[in-house]
Structures are given as C-alpha cells and as structure tokens.
C-alpha cells in the first residue's frame, strides 16, 4: 500500500535553514515572510499601510550581514575587521562623507575585536545592543524594521 504526504496532516512546519533538505525559491521565501509580518503589523498593531507597499529596488536593502544598532535605528554592514562599509537610518543610505564623519575608519562601538561570533562567521562579536541579519530567512525583517523606522521618523518629522 503506497503512502503520501500531506501538509495538511503536519502540526508543525520547519525549516531547514542550510538547504540540506531542500533548496528555496528565496526570492518567493522573502516576500512570503516580509509580507505575513507586514501585515500584521498593519493589521494588527496599527502601523502604517505603506509597509505592505514594496518595489524591487527595496530588495536591495537586504545583504548577509547587516547589523542593526538598538540604540538608534542605524543599520550597519560591517568588514571583517569591524569597520563599517554602509550605514542608513531605516533605508536611507548615510553619505559617503556622513559615513566618514560618524565611524571613519575606526572599528564600530559595538565590536569586540578580540572576539567572533559564537556562530564561528567572520562577524565580530558585538556588545548585545545590536542585533545582526545574518541568514536569508532573516533579510525580510531587516527590510521591515528599516521601513518601520523610516515611518516613524516621517511621523516625528
């Protein structure tokens, strides 16, 4: 007697997130995730509507190693060495010479030089007031928050 396997029949759904049980459509993944929280947030909590509108362009936030600073809703991309690369408060992208300003070519506050991550990357170890993107199923999120910033600094404006 043949069996089948059926979602329906599944209490819990998992996922594998170094692809060793399957490969993802990632693109179709990220836009799954971002909009099921998007909507919440709208729905739900009462955030703006503008957070269910994306183009493609927005996708180019997203990038491994993004860290976001819990203290001011900065978002980081950091070298290997701690320096920061690119920095934007929600989306907006610091200037080359406000990046120089802010964090030259010093290592990022955060950083720990002298320790990695426990997860064994090339990402410093940070203090605990930053909270790193590190994988794929993470990306949405960092597009979500940095629009949940840019509109609350368009309220506060």
Request: hydrophobic share 40%; net charge negative; with cysteine.
């Amino acid at each position: 007697m043949a069996q089948h396997f059926s979602l329906a029949a599944c209490d819990v759904v998992g996922f594998d997130l170094d692809h060793t049980l399957c490969r993802y459509n990632l693109s179709e993944s990220a836009a799954l995730i971002y909009n099921s929280f998007a909507q919440f947030l709208v729905k739900e909590k009462g955030y703006d509507e503008e957070l269910l509108t994306l183009t493609l362009e927005d996708w180019d936030f997203c990038c491994k190693g993004l860290a976001l600073d819990l203290e001011d809703g900065t978002f980081i991309k950091l070298a290997a060495d701690g320096t920061v690369l690119r920095a934007s408060h929600g989306t907006k992208m610091m200037t080359p010479e406000a990046l120089t300003e802010a964090y030259g070519k010093k290592e990022w506050r955060h950083c720990l030089s002298d320790k990695r991550s426990v997860s064994g990357s090339d990402i410093p170890c940070c203090s605990g007031k930053c909270y790193f993107y590190d994988n794929y199923f993470d990306l949405p999120g960092a597009l979500l928050c940095a629009k949940v910033v840019d509109s609350l600094t368009k309220v506060d404006s």
